[in-house]
């Protein structure tokens, strides 16, 4: 089973308030509950899953997919064994591994370490007919097996929110995972919801913008299958007049990334998101297949590369994390709505996303901001190419970022229905 992200929620406005009061997270120390780590009720007596044990632990020290992927094949009796076995239970699991950060070899020395303490301690809910000496051999013996006795009984935590959704601001930021590379997480785009009101001119202005994903997992993949649900609204209503609509969508989709075979130090990935959109203003339906290439290089230029975060200067002076993408956009109208048919035209685009994102090398002062271009070619559509340009400057309220006040900028079309956008705002901004 693989690992996937969680969160749970009906509204996007319920989930931002929600998210406020508290963030998911797990002590290390903490038993695992049989739900997370055993395998079918129906087997007597029930026994650990091995693979969702590895991945449990891995998840609960929050060691990268990036890392799990790059682990370098095993030899001998660790041949057979998943990534997420190898890293357990190699003696240098960061060696050749170039997803490894100066970090990440403590950070696995500390996972193995809870491991073989799980392993080799007494416990009235999880128990060993045979005698487990380390996690190697647990890992490559098959006759050693722990059986799900009962849930244990850990010590009370911190209350946290924990939710089985995933949380995004739009449809291609859903393929970046949080354990992904240090710096992704804090470019990919939040969900926002604003409103004003101008009690003098007795006008309202609203805005909501994100996507909310339900991640399944796929047995043998790291990335889970995410479907999804998406709206895009933007209006202003002022007393005695009609409301001015700049957006007013609706989508689901499914979003999916797969891995792409790593040249050298090229890792790579590709994100496919079929998207069927409804806009409710002009009564349009516009079915989408995307594509999102993701190329990730470390140390291009000295320390800094492509797609991965570094901090080139000394002392508390700022991370930088250079962005390029690849993206790819088929539409097909399903209905052309009350739009003139030559304005509603299938359409083939491609071309790349640009950017950089800069974030706070002080933790007590914390921020990112995020620029961005996006400009596709078009074989023809009305218009033919699209060019979208974006800013966001974003002010944590959470230990872990996932609450911002966002001040935002957006000037040019957008990828899917190729409608003119000039957006800016401040906003209570959110992701998970």
């Known amino acids: 089973m693989p690992r996937a992200e969680t969160m749970s929620a009906k509204r996007m406005a319920a989930v931002i308030a929600a998210l406020v009061w508290g963030v998911p997270g797990f002590a290390l120390a903490a038993q695992p509950l049989m739900d997370q780590v055993c395998g079918p009720a129906g087997g007597q007596p029930r026994l650990v899953d091995k693979q969702r044990l590895a991945e449990f632990f891995l998840d609960e020290g929050a060691v990268r997919r990036s890392i799990e992927q790059g682990v370098r094949p095993g030899e001998g009796s660790l041949a057979g064994l998943s990534n997420a076995k190898r890293l357990l239970v190699m003696a240098e699991p960061c060696k050749d591994n170039l997803a490894c950060g100066k970090d990440d070899g403590a950070k696995l020395d500390e996972v193995r370490g809870a491991l073989k303490t799980f392993l080799l301690q007494t416990s009235s809910a999880y128990r060993s007919p045979k005698k487990i000496t380390n996690e190697t051999a647990f890992f490559v013996k098959e006759e050693l097996q722990l059986e799900c006795v009962a849930d244990p009984v850990n010590p009370p935590g911190p209350v946290k929110l924990a939710l089985p959704l995933v949380i995004r601001g739009d449809g291609d930021s859903l393929f970046v995972l949080r354990t992904d590379e240090p710096g992704a997480f804090k470019a990919a785009a939040k969900a926002t919801a604003s409103t004003a009101n101008d009690g003098v001119k007795h006008k309202q202005t609203v805005k909501v913008v994100g996507v909310v994903g339900y991640p399944i997992p796929i047995k043998g993949a790291i990335f889970p299958l995410i479907p999804y649900v998406g709206i895009n609204q933007n209006f202003t209503k002022t007393r005695g007049s009609d409301k001015s609509v700049t957006a007013d969508t609706w989508n689901v989709g499914l979003a999916s990334r797969w891995a792409l075979p790593t040249v ?5 990935w590709l994100g496919v998101r079929p998207d069927h959109l409804w806009n409710e203003d002009d009564g349009s339906r516009l079915a989408t297949l995307n594509f999102n290439y993701r190329p990730i290089l470390a140390s291009v230029l000295g320390p800094v590369g492509v797609n991965t975060q570094s901090q080139p200067w000394s002392g508390q002076t700022p991370f930088i994390q250079p962005i390029l993408e690849i993206h790819a956009v088929k539409g097909w109208y399903l209905d052309r709505g009350a739009t003139p048919p030559e304005g509603r035209t299938d359409y083939l685009r491609i071309g790349p996303k640009i950017g950089v994102g ?65 957006l800016w705002g401040i906003s209570l901004g959110a992701k998970y």
């Open 358 to 422: 800069l974030s706070s090398g002080d933790l007590t002062v914390p921020w990112n901001l995020t620029l961005s271009n996006v400009h596709l070619w078009g074989d023809k559509g009305t218009p033919r190419d699209i060019d979208y340009n974006a800013a966001a400057l974003s002010f944590p309220i959470d230990p872990d970022q996932y609450i911002s006040v966002d001040f935002t900028y957006a000037n040019g079309r957008r990828e899917d229905t190729g409608l003119r956008e000039q």
């Open 264 to 268: 050298g130090r090229l890792t790579q």
